[in-house]
């Protein structure tokens, strides 16, 4: 069976790093930049599995990835939380009209 080269999934990895970081930067609605920030981790968990093949013991990159999805996880959940509470209370989820939490 033949094996991706490492640099095709670096490349892939740095495609959806930049996407991700695009769209923390360039967009206001909070629930786009947490998909943004899920890009982000996901370059992340594909670098580590594609680095655990390199590793001696195969196993390292692997369950730290599952660490990170496990983190990943519970972050979009704590976050979704927070955005619906701010939805509620501001009537809106753009970041740019949200300017201050004493209102």
Do not use: C, W
Not at 11 to 17: D, P, R, T, Y
Not at 58 to 63: A, I, R, S, V
Not at 73 to 102: C, G, H, M, P, W
């Amino acid at each position: 069976m033949e094996q991706i080269p490492l640099e095709h999934i670096l490349l892939l990895s740095a495609v959806i790093f930049s996407l991700g970081i695009l769209a923390v930067i360039t967009k206001r609605h909070a629930v786009v930049v947490l998909m943004g920030i899920e890009l982000i981790f996901n370059a992340a968990n594909l670098n580590l599995v594609a680095f655990s093949r390199y590793d001696p013991s195969l196993m390292q990159g692997q369950l730290f990835a599952l660490f990170v999805i496990v983190v990943a996880a519970a972050e979009a959940a704590v976050a979704l939380a927070i955005v619906l509470r701010v939805y509620q209370y501001f009537k809106t989820a753009n970041l740019s009209e949200i300017a201050t939490v004493d209102k």
